[in-house]
């Protein structure tokens, strides 16, 4: 039981890396918040996953959205040990079809919505003397991703985010990390043409895509003691598609 007794909100816990992540923190003994957007899917996700689990609608992008989050699960749970910020979006399109409404949803959504989770957070961890923040880059932050100058800038800036917060935040007990997945088997990836997926498996020395599970095993080794002197790190969970 890696996080027993912890209270853990997963942003874009409703489906695919997030809900594979509050599985398996709930295995290792967490109390988990499902934090989406999505409603149907959200609650349906808290009924699979049982007690140990709590659906709270909300929108990253919305700070009023985000404080409400906050509010109800220190009112219900009066703490937060662990903030995974896995919520993200993709609007694809290349740099010359990209429209501004493309580019700045995705801003709002995986960068914005980072900013204003940890920023409402941050406040109880340091009252409580400590907690983890987990971020969620990207394959395509670390190298660019054609047909992702929005999702690219949005991934590149979670590991300067986490570097930054790394260092403000250590000396309060807090450790800052974060996971950039490679292509993983989620509805976002499944969206693409079975060809390019094809292609993305050849790519990968391991020649396979990543399961949810194998971000979820990241992200539950950042949250709990092992990793307590990893910091400002960013761990690639991509099968070595590049090195
Ligand atoms: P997904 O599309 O399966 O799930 C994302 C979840 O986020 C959904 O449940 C959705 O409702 C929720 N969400 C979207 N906008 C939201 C908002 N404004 N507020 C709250 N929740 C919102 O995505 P997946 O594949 O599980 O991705 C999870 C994270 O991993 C994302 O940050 C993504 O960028 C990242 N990632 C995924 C990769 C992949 O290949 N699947 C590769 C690299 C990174």
Known sequence: M??????????????GIGYAAAERFIEEGSFVVIADFNEDAGVSAAEQLGDQALFVQVDVADRESVKNLVATVIEQMGRVDILVNNAGITRDAVLTKMTEDQFQQVLDVNLTGVFHCTQEVIPHMIAAGGGKIINTSSVSGVYGNVGQTNYAATKAAIVGMTKTWAKELGRKGINVNAVAPGFTET??????PENVLAQMRSVVPLQRLGTPRDIANAYLFLASDEASYVHGHTLHVDGAIMM
């Open 187 to 192: 509805d976002m990836v499944k969206k693409m």
């Open 2 to 15: 890696r996080l027993n007794n912890k209270v853990a909100i997963i942003t874009g816990a409703a489906n």
